[in-house]
């Protein structure tokens, strides 16, 4: 992977927008991070809505509670590879439904993204898509993709057993776009939740509090 300042490769047309859902979130104690909410928004809708006439179709890699997708209208697919494979098969759910010829993917569980993270990842493409480097380093989880590079490349990797999604864009040559200034966050742990001003829901029938 280089860093690139310049434009290389055009994206043309609208990208289909995958978030990443279907972790485990066993740091928070199995909840859905999909549905953290934050400032009254769940976080899976608050990314379905940052891109707005910048993307096209919207779809969730989500594992559980496909109903509510549906009913929030959202576009729910489910993994196809192994429980336990880790972030590269939501990647790889997300890969086989997109339509388009390009997928910006983003994991639901950041604290937020820049306005500009769609047109500076574009801008900074080579040939098979471009990655993210905020503050804290490379963010594999965050980036572009050509589509038909990235189902070419994903069943060699799976069949070899490697599911690093780091080594997924190096095997790409997906192109370093550094993103001075910014800090996407993570909302992993409890104490990550507390940072944000966010509560851990409660569990159903709790009455100590919400759900």
């Known amino acids: 992977m280089t860093a690139v300042r310049a434009a290389q490769t055009p994206v043309n047309g609208l990208p289909t927008l995958g978030l990443l859902a279907g972790g485990r979130g066993t740091r928070l104690g199995g909840v859905d991070k999909a549905w953290l909410v934050r400032d ?4 899976v809708l608050r990314f379905a ?4 006439g910048e993307t096209g179709p919207v779809l969730v890699s989500a594992n559980g509670d496909l109903q509510r997708y549906a009913e929030a209208g959202l576009q729910a697919v ?6 336990g494979s880790g972030p590269l ?27 500009c993270l769609l047109r500076t990842l574009a801008s900074g493409a080579t040939g098979n898509g471009a990655l993210a480097e905020d503050d804290d380093g490379l963010q594999p989880l965050v980036a572009l993709y050509r589509c038909e590079a990235l189902r070419r490349e ?15 864009a190096r095997r790409l040559g997906l192109s370093r776009v550094r993103l001075m ?9 409890p104490r990550d ?15 100590t509090g919400p759900e």
Request: glycine share 8%; with cysteine; proline share 10%.
């Open 49 to 52: 809505r940052r891109f707005s």
């Open 181 to 189: 200034g910014v800090r996407f966050g993570n909302l992993n742990t």
């Open 193 to 207: 939740l507390a940072t944000a001003c966010m509560e851990l829901p409660r569990p159903s029938g709790d009455p």
């Open 89 to 115: 098969a939501g990647i790889d759910a997300l890969a086989a439904a997109c339509s388009t010829e390009w997928l910006l993917i983003l994991p639901v569980d950041l604290f937020d993204v820049n306005d």
């Open 154 to 168: 994903l069943p060699a990797m799976i069949a070899e057993g490697d599911l690093a999604p780091r080594n997924l």
């Open 78 to 83: 489910v993994d196809r590879l192994d429980p």
């Open 40 to 43: 009254g928004l769940p976080q």
